[in-house]
């Protein structure tokens, strides 16, 4: 069983890959690519525009992004250790932000900074 929180976005489209590696740069996660669409991924192949589902690794654990219709959801284990939680935290912020994304939360939906504020996420650098 995992745990996992959904970003929806008011187009209904979903940021690119890019577009989410940048934001994911600006916390710090240092990450590579490990599967797309359940296949494994080379280390320097990028995901093609239609990509379901990415795996990606952290010296922390793995972490799994499911796209949908307008929505991105971020899995990790639900045995996950702290470490690993707080990158799926900023991960949650990278998808969001990258598109301008609301993240459904207990309290309902958040923004990314609103999000970034509850986590106590600190940003390297600003857009």
Not at 46 to 70: K, N, V, Y
Not at 94 to 106: K, L, R
Request: net charge negative.
């Amino acid at each position: 069983m995992g745990l996992e929180r959904k970003v929806t976005y008011p187009a209904h489209t979903t940021p690119r890959w890019d577009a989410i590696q940048t934001k994911l740069s600006h916390v710090g996660i240092s990450f590579s690519l490990r599967m797309i669409d359940g296949l494994p991924a080379f280390p320097d192949e990028l995901p093609g525009e239609s990509w379901s589902e990415l795996r990606l690794a952290t010296c922390e654990g793995m972490m799994t992004i499911r796209r949908d219709t307008g929505q991105l959801t971020c899995v990790i284990w639900g045995n996950a250790g702290p470490d690993l939680e707080a990158d799926w935290h900023k991960l949650i912020w990278a998808c969001s932000a990258a598109g301008n994304g609301q993240i459904e939360t207990s309290e309902g939906l958040v923004s990314s900074e609103q999000y970034s504020r509850s986590m106590g996420l600190s940003l390297e650098q600003s857009d």
